[in-house]
């Protein structure tokens, strides 16, 4: 795992990904079961996937990538709340009660 940091700021997070076919089915199944339980949030199974783990899939890596930071830099911006998307969702700061 690393995270990138661009003008102290962290850009991006990486990590390696699960790769234990046993261990992913099973997160897979727990996901399956909390979706049918009526969480929204949920995922389902992708059996395709763990199938593919079986037959000795090669470890994996991903990142995320922190948009707003990515603007953040790019714009030369100091303040988060200068980029965020949706303005409507900025928390409100104390003054505005």
Do not use: W, Y
Request: hydrophobic share 35%; net charge negative; with cysteine.
């Amino acid at each position: 795992r690393f995270q990138l940091v661009v003008k102290t700021a962290e850009l991006c997070n990486a990590f390696s990904e699960l790769n234990d076919p046993i261990d992913q089915g099973e997160r897979f199944n727990e996901q399956k079961r909390l979706k049918e339980a009526g969480d929204e949030e949920a995922q389902g199974a992708d059996d395709d996937f763990v199938e593919a783990l079986k037959h000795g899939m090669p470890p994996t890596a991903g990142l995320g990538i922190g948009i707003d930071r990515l603007t953040m830099m790019l714009g030369d911006i100091e303040n988060i709340k200068e980029v965020i998307l949706f303005p409507t969702m900025r928390p409100k700061n104390n003054e505005d009660k």
